[in-house]
Each structure stands twice: as structure tokens, then as C-alpha cells.
């Protein structure tokens, strides 16, 4: 499916500040970006650089004290996924692991899984099925933890959203990811552009490797899982924010926009993950 | 120098477990593995994986429920360090950056430098060079911090550190490297076998990419900065454990041990920093 | 019922040091002191304070380095309870609050409610009746966190206990109180001596005040009701610690002790909470 | 000095809810209401308690959902304080201490005293005089925290503010409180309308207790301590909120307003303090 999707940001820069600036869809196998175009506003020298263990293409911006930034990202970008039938994850109980897998059974920033290992037992570990288990964590979190835009801020993790029962996308994420990770399932933050979310913003969820492939999972059921296209994957947060800013920036405004290029979208919901997976990420 | 190193773990397993075993010596330029034993006790069939991000050499073990488990590591390694002049690193007041070392600039599990911003910058901003700039932080942490054997836990954190005063090597260099990340200098863990260190353990410490290689720091200043042998680097603590353990699984007994073999070993300690930086990892 | 109570403390005082000492069972109507001893070793003037908002009875030491201080407490304590029927209790759905009540409601530095009303509230808030709310708090405490001696300290948190789901009496106390507070039912910490505790030790556990009392709860089933004498209330630990030490003071020993002299003890344990309500402090 | 304080605030009450409010001057020696009116919006019975320990003045409500609460305070409010000698403050080098007192030496919800005691005892603990001890710790805070409005929230507590360095009165409140009471000075929260404060608001600072009188600290600098009418004491901003509020109810909007009635007005501010003390609360 093709999609347009944009974002502008802008801040006031007060003192002299290093900003790694994170908007660019990913080039990917199945992930392709037809056009694409970034601006900065006013004119400062730029360096893409990627991240090294993702393909998160990070742009680097120095800016001087007094400047009022802005940034605009503009791309086609043409997605596909994949289809996998549950019965393929009947019989995964077993966690599949390789190398570049293990990271992601590690706590991290805001995916404190270390601390939520009792927990996550006591209420999921009776579920044989690791995909089961997923989906178990995914629906907990939707049932019980309130969307509520601006009730978190940046610094707020897993640790706070599992006892204030309170967030928005990124916390769902966390959670989820937090979850997983403490019932020994890897699972990665998914950041990116998201069709028929509203408002329209950049959106979170996260992805639970499971029977050798990264299967997308998204708690707050906001937007169609084939909408999705992604601008990075992380450990959480920490690897994948919009902007990572050092030095002493202020936000001032931002817009975000996904449109349907293609005809005939079908949606993909929460509810078709209970008869198939969805892979995001063809490898 | 060659150094003999070895550890034995031990460990009463109480429900089916998953160990991610972090104890090899590292292969490395500069770090060469001359011989090396590992055995597992009873006889457990093992699995070697690299982890994407690092050279870690984790080994991962299936064990079963009632398992009284004994881990024995033995090597003969033969490392070697660079001095880097003083003089080289005064210019460098600038952050050099290549995508692999981004993630070293973010927070992670316990190094949370989104929240310490303010206090490095009052703190410690006002040095300008850089390689100084950790000097300084390195010895704020010696100087405040009291070294308690037993005061914290594996869920102590630098934002438990930085008000709390009190911690073990990994509470240190967790702090250290939060300091560093928050003045946007990227720093990792190192965790390794260390000469002379007493009573003997595995230590930790941490690096700080300066110059555009990573310079050794160890804010607790009780081994040779050149009598240390990787085991691994990582974000932090959580990526570079000894044990990730998934499942109910209760510590049960330890021994460490570091012997120099060759002769005529001069130390390198925290006081020579003032007048030459060293890079353990030579690339 | 009479109990002889008694308990030792000794610890290695390092610098000069302020201890509030808080061993000795309190003088109320229904729990009167038939005889009592207390001792210092070696002899230090004290002083004996008690709180404005509470009637714990408080003993200052001031310690100079170099002690190892051993105190001995010992008492004759004869404890009565009121027993109040369930129906009395049905149609009080409403909070009756009079002014010395109101602080119970506010959160304390262990029983953070303040961060647990989304919680509590999907959690509990269906349940109308007030008693019922309680028992169904203690419920799932007892049901889902681990009791597990020394995974916990003195820092600990119903913060920390909701996510952790592990801790001791204490912590299963101050987890029931922030619960409560949370629902608008104000709630207090109880410690004291412990008849049939096993390993004896001090005992914490809590009291809601419903219905213009204050009632009795222990979330660890782990004594009698009626087999507790009262040390302290308060809003939680801070307020009712055995020892508030202001110095350089190490913990060295302990020994605690709770004997039935009465004959004839009908234990009331937490199951008889289902049909009937049990006030310890007759005012 | 004769003050003219009002204050209006409105909420949505969403779901059925209690709140406590608590916007009224207190009657003391030293602050006499000459008059006084509050209202609230639609009628509600209402209910005036005191609570137990404070001479704290609570108003409670009961309110249903749907409604559009708006709440009005006016009075005037004679103040008088007392100035205390440096000289006088020379020796007390001991915490004098009664049983009213010790509460205030309990760490509490918002003032984690208990785990500042390295950190206090090596920033503060060479300083031999109480009174110079406080006053160093006021002068740290001042220097080295930023106030920032916006930059904390109702959560934010002195253990946030001593590594996050920014906060707004009441956080600058409870870290000095905190930094007190791990030296064993015992200290408490001040709620009240302010003179001169800009833009007006409600005001937070504390009191320390040296000398066996509560003296007043203010660590923002930002309105003279001779112009603070006092609304509460408490052991934090848990005990002297403006508005607890049990329930689904949101803040709408809030005006603050004082005036000085008297002429003359000659500002006793921070700088004063160093060479005499001064006592709100003439007991």
C-alpha cells in the first residue's frame, strides 16, 4: 500500500544544541520509499548517520543559541506485510533465540522487565502458547490502563504505568514490551507514521518475536496495523524518539500526516490478530 | 601481560530456567584468548551466541527444575592497551560521532541521563574539554560516593545513586556514565576479570568515547587501570550481566580469580589519567 | 487476654548518634500494662517522649561512637477487642470522617495513593460496601504477593510492592493502607507484638476506618487478630519503626518474644473477617 | 500587618466526589482573621473539620457529577511575627526535642529524608551550628535549582528534585524539609497567600525547628517572609494541599490575590536572615 506521509517540527533553540532527528521512514524489504524530501529551516549543515544496530537513520543537526528550527519531512512511501496463520505458532512454546534477538530480553530504559518478572507470572504464566501470552498482555493492557493524552511525560516507564494505570501510545508500548520481556519473550518498541490515527501524530506499538519473526502487536487499538509504516525500531523510547535533543531546546509546535495514496484498504485490526499474525518487517 | 582468570558460579534452580552466562574473556585485537576451559555441572547441552550489538559471548543454558547448577570458566589471556598523549585529546571539544557509538548517548536501564541534564550541565559544564570534563566526573564520583559492599541491589540505578551516595563498582560506573551521556558524551559499561582487585570479583567500570576512541575510567580506583580482561561491554549492567536469569532460579555461591602470569607488571592507576588517557579496546 | 511480651536490640553505634526507640506496648483502654521492664546497656540517660498525633510511646537515646547498645524490653500486657457484626456494617457505604481521621486519608511516605486511584478504583471500586471494599483489598494481596523474607528493606514501597508483588508483613501492610487511601477509606499502620508468629519477630499489619472504628486487617494471615499487642499506629513505618536512628548505627541483633499466659486463647483469624469485624483499640 | 487574601478556584466534577479543601488563613496567636467569606458555587453542604494534629481548617465537599464547582475565599487577616537574635541562636548546636516535634523528623510522602543522609551528611554535616546548617541548605537550593513553573507535577517529590534540579516553591519546599530532617532538624511544609508574589499565587516554604521554635525558610526568595499569611503546616504538601480531591474532577481555573491593607510595609526578606531569625507562629 502507498502512503504520503509528512511531519514538521519546530523549536526554539536557546542555548547551543546538538538535536538527533528521527522522522525518516526506514528503507526496508518491504518498505519502499518512492520519494522522499527534508528540509531545515533556516539552512544548517546536516549528517545522516545509522544507528548501528538498527536501520534507524538518525539526522544529526548542531544549531546556535536563538534559532527558531523547523523541520520538515515529506515521503511516498509504498509498505507490505506479512500474513501468518496461527496455527504455524501453535506449537512455539519455546523461545527461538539468535544473537541479534538477545538485547531484547534485556530491561532497558523505560521497559524496566527486571522488576515485573512476579508479576507478569502470577497473570500470564499460566498460558502455554507464547502468542497467546502476547495477545493475553496486549488485551490486559487495553482493558485496564487509561489513554489519556498528556497524563505521562518523557520520563515515564513501564515501572509507573503498571501501578498509575494511565498513558498514551508510547506507554502502551512499554508496557507491553516490559511484559514480554519478563516472560522471557523478546519484543522491540516499533515507532513510525500511522494511517487513520486521530489526531493525526506519530504513533507507537511494539513487536514480540515469536516462531523466528518480529509480530506486530499495538495495545491501544488506534489505528489499523496495515497502516503502519515505520520510522524506527528500539529497545524502547530511549532509541527511537522523534528528536533526542542535548542542550537547552524548547518544543514549540508539530504536525504529522499519513494519507492513502492507494485504493481499497482493507483494514487490519487487533481483533484479526486472534485468527492470524502480522509480520511488519520482511526479512 | 598474560593473566590466568577464572570463576566458578553456582546456582540452585528451582522451576525450568533460561541463563544467558556472561563470564568468556572477550576476542579481541589487544585481548587474545590463549587457552580456555568452560564445563557446566551436571552436563547440559550449551549454546554459544554473539550478540548483535557487542562481542559479547553470551552462553545460553536450558536448565530444569531441581538443578543444583556449577558453572566453571579458566582462560589464559593476553591483553594490551594504548596511551593516548594528553596533549592529543586537548582539541577535542567537540563530540565526533559515528552511527555505531548514537546509542551509547541515550539512557538506558540504569543510566537514566534524561533525568540528570540540569545537574551535569551545573556541575561539570562549565569544563570545556571534554577528556577533562570525565576526569572531573570520575573524581566527584570517587570523592562523594561511599563504597559499600551490600548497599544496593540489581535494581540500584543512577537516579538511585546520584541521592543515595552509596554503591558497588557497578554503581559507579552507572553513574559515571549517566554523567557523561547527560554532557552528551557517549559512554558504555565494561565489565571484565581485574588484577589485584580485593577481595577478588568480577568489576565493573566504564568507557568514554573521547577522540574518537573509547578511553578507560574507573571511579572507584581499586585495580590497574592495565590489569583489567574484558568480558563485555554494553549500555549497561543490564546488557552486560553476568547471569540474565529467566526463571526462579537463587544464588548460591561464587569465586573469582585473577593471576598475572608474566612478570614486571607496572600499574596504570586512576593517577596517571592526569597525564595520559588509555584505550583498552584497540581497534 | 495476657501476654507476656518482650524484645532485645543491640546494635554497633558508630558516630554519635540520636536513636527513637519504639518497643514499648502502649497504655490504652482494652490494653493495659500489668507490669513492664526496660533496660539500656550500658546505661545511657533517656527520655521518654510520646507523639503528638498517636500514643506511641517513643524513647530517646543519645549514643556516643564506639557503643554496642543493647536495649531489653519486657512486659505483662492484658488486651481485650470489641467484635462487631457484619449487618452493622452493611449499609455503611459512606465515609464518616471526623477531623483527627483526615490525615489517615492523605498519602505517606510509604503508601503513595496518590498514584494508585486508577488502580484501586478499577480494581475495587465496583465493590459498594465499604467492609467489603477492605476485605477484598486484603484478598488479593494475600492471593498475588509473594511473602519472601529479605526481599525487601527499610526503603521499600507500596509503590514498589504493587509491581514487585513480593515483600514482608510491612510491606503487605502499607500496600493494603495505600489501596484503601486510594478508595477514600482511611487507613492506618498497626505494629506490635505477635502471638504464634512464626519465626517470632515484631508485626506489622493495618487497621480502615469504617464505620466510625477502627478495624482490624492482616493481608499475611500470618497471627491471630487477637493476638496482637498494640506498639504503634501511625500513617505508615515512618511514623512507627521499632528504631528511627539518626546516625552512623549498625544493626547487629535482635530477638523477639510474644507468650500466652491466659489459658483458653480461640484464635480469630482473617477467615472470621467474613462474618464478623474485629476493632482492636476501644476507644 | 492587615492583608486582604482571596482566592477563587472552579473544577469539573466528573464522577460523584469528596474534596477537601483547605484555603483558609488559620486562626493562631499572631493571625487573627478580622473577617472572612466563603462561598462555593452551586450551594452544597458543606462541613468545616480541623484535622487532628494542625490547626489545619478543612472544608468538606461532597459533589455530585456534571457540576461546575466554583469555590470563593476572602478575609483579612492581621499578621505579626517574631525576630529572634542570631546570638540567641548561637549555641543550640542540639535539637532540642518534644513529643510534638518528632513527627516532623519522619520522612513523609514528599520528603524522603530517609534516603538523603549521605548525601546531607556530607554537603551539610561539617557545619556545626543549626541555624547556619539550614540556612546552607536554603542557599544551595536557591543556587542550584531551578525554578521553573510547569517543570514538576503533583507526583514530584524531593527525591526527584535533588537529582532533577528544577522544581517549582513546593518543590523547593520539600527538598529543603528533606535535607533538614536527614540531619535530624525537624522541619515543616508552610502553606499560605503571599505578598508581593508575582505572578500571585498560593505560596509553599517550610519552617525548621532550632531553638524549640519553628523558624521560616524560604528558598525561592520570592516574596518576603513578613508577608506570608498562613493557610497550613503539615508534614508536606500531602497534609496541606489546597484541594484533595477524591474522585474524577478537573481543575478548571484558579485566581490568587493579596493585598497589603496596612502602609508601610518594610520587606523582611531572605537576606535578613543572616543576621536574625524569624518565627511566624508565635506560640
Redesign the interface.
Known amino acids: 500500500m502507498k502512503f504520503r506521509v509528512s511531519s514538521e517540527l519546530a523549536y526554539n533553540v536557546n542555548s547551543p544544541s546538538?538535536l538527533?532527528v528521527n522522522v525518516h521512514a526506514q528503507r526496508l524489504p518491504g518498505q519502499t520509499i518512492i520519494e522522499e524530501t527534508f528540509k531545515i529551516d533556516p539552512y544548517i549543515r546536516i549528517e545522516e548517520?545509522?544507528?548501528?544496530?538498527f536501520e534507524t537513520r538518525?539526522i544529526?543537526l548542531e544549531v546556535d543559541a536563538g534559532t527558531l528550527l523547523k523541520i520538515y519531512y515529506q515521503a511516498v512511501v509504498d509498505t507490505s506485510y506479512k500474513v501468518i496463520d496461527r496455527a504455524q505458532l501453535e506449537d512455539v512454546s519455546l523461545?527461538q533465540?539468535?544473537?541479534?534477538?538477545?538485547?531484547f530480553?534485556?530491561?532497558?530504559?523505560y521497559c524496566?522487565s527486571?522488576?515485573?518478572g512476579?508479576?507478569a507470572y502470577?497473570m500470564f504464566g499460566h498460558i502455554n502458547n507464547v502468542y497467546e501470552k502476547v495477545l493475553a498482555i496486549v488485551d490486559w493492557i487495553y482493558e485496564?490502563i487509561?489513554y489519556a493524552s498528556g497524563s505521562t511525560n518523557?520520563?515515564t516507564s513501564a515501572?509507573d504505568t503498571?501501578?498509575?494505570?494511565?498513558g498514551v501510545c508510547r506507554d502502551f508500548a512499554h508496557l507491553g514490551i516490559a511484559l514480554c520481556r519478563a516472560l522471557?519473550i523478546p519484543a522491540r518498541y516499533f515507532t513510525g507514521y500511522a494511517y487513520q490515527l486521530n489526531p493525526p501524530d506519530f504513533h507507537a506499538c511494539f513487536e514480540a518475536y515469536i516462531g523466528g519473526q518480529w509480530l506486530i502487536f499495538d495495545a491501544t487499538r488506534l489505528a489499523p496495523l496495515n497502516g503502519l509504516i515505520k520510522i524506527a525500531n528500539g529497545r524502547d523510547a530511549?532509541?527511537a524518539s522523534i528528536a533526542?535533543i542535548?542542550g537547552n531546546v524548547s518544543f514549540n509546535a508539530m504536525t504529522v500526516d499519513c494519507q492513502l495514496i492507494d485504493k481499497d484498504f482493507v483494514s487490519i485490526t487487533h481483533q484479526d490478530l486472534y485468527t492470524k499474525a502480522i509480520a511488519l518487517t520482511v526479512v
Open positions: 546538538t538527533l548517520l545509522t544507528a548501528a544496530d538518525f544529526r523461545m533465540l539468535d544473537g541479534e534477538v538477545i538485547p530480553l534485556f530491561p532497558s530504559r524496566q527486571d522488576k515485573l512476579r508479576l502470577k485496564n487509561e518523557s520520563h515501572y503498571i501501578s498509575e494505570w494511565t522471557t530511549a532509541d533526542s542535548f
